[in-house]
């Protein structure tokens, strides 16, 4: 589930062009590189694909599961 909304998260803040800050960009591409050795390869690619395909409403009711 926390791959699916980095990457919905990764992917609004592209659509909006709001780059993430030093600080949270660090935090975020430690907290991703986490979830692929956790997940492997292909659950995260999968998972990131996900996240990424959903709309920002969509992504508030998920990530409310």
Do not use: C
Request: net charge negative; aromatic share 4%.
């Amino acid at each position: 589930k926390d791959a699916n909304t980095r990457a919905a998260e990764t992917e609004l803040h592209e659509a909006l062009g709001l780059p993430l800050l030093p600080g949270p960009r660090e935090q975020t591409a430690r907290q991703i590189a986490a979830l692929r050795e956790l997940l492997g390869e292909a659950d995260f690619a999968a998972a990131w694909a996900l996240g990424a395909s959903l709309a920002p409403e969509q992504v508030v009711e998920y990530a409310m599961e």
